[in-house]
């Protein structure tokens, strides 16, 4: 994997059940090439060697003091929504999380353009980073569009697992969110039918708004605007850490 432009220094062979598909797509030009090269070597989340645990509170050394929260987005895709929340709160930290580099350039871009100082950048799958976060270390974390791996022989390639959403609780506080979105109905279902059984997750939804409505402060990503346009109406599935 070593020839793949983009690697950070701690690159690992890629898990067997890979959640993502292509690693780059068009061809990165001028600017984006500069950002890559520049921007993000000072953004890249780097794991500590010997599977030493990583303090997320520690990642944001240029915010006046240690961020109020710490949010993840997992597959973060141009960062629209990343970079929309990442402003409206400051004293918060953002981790993205996404191997697609043309996303990351993106993200990047946002970032100097409005000057963002609370996010930090896993260019890889996100699965190593989770194992090295402690418990309760997160108050929020995003899963937005994730690849629906639509075919049955795919489905194993979902992100969504009763194994990954039993990490998601682990790192939550008590009361920290999880928040889901997609436009496939077949996903949607699938991640309800894991997070019933997940013990330490708790679907917050008291009526059909809550699942049809955007979350509070959405700012919309640009695949849910094309989802729309196409006629696809999306689900928005919050769940709640039970308390330890």
Known sequence: MSDI??????????????????????????????????????????????????????????????????????????GEHLAAQAAAHPGIGFIGAEPFVNGVVKLLAAIEERGLRNVRIRDEDVTALLARLPDASLERVYLLYPDPWPKRRQRKRRFVSDASLAEIGRVLKDGGLFRFASDIDDYAGWTLARAARCPVLTWTARGAPDWTQPFPGWPGTRYEAKALEAGRRPTYLEFSRVPR
């Open 5 to 78: 432009p983009g690697r950070s220094p701690d690159t690992a062979e890629e898990p067997e059940r890979a959640f993502f598909g292509r690693r780059k797509g068009k061809r990165l030009r001028g600017q984006q090439e500069r950002r890559r090269a520049d921007l993000l070597p000072a953004l890249r989340i780097v794991l500590p060697e010997k599977d030493a645990p990583l303090d997320p509170r520690t990642l944001f050394p240029a915010l006046p003091s240690p961020p109020d929260a710490v949010w993840l987005e997992i597959g973060f895709g141009g």
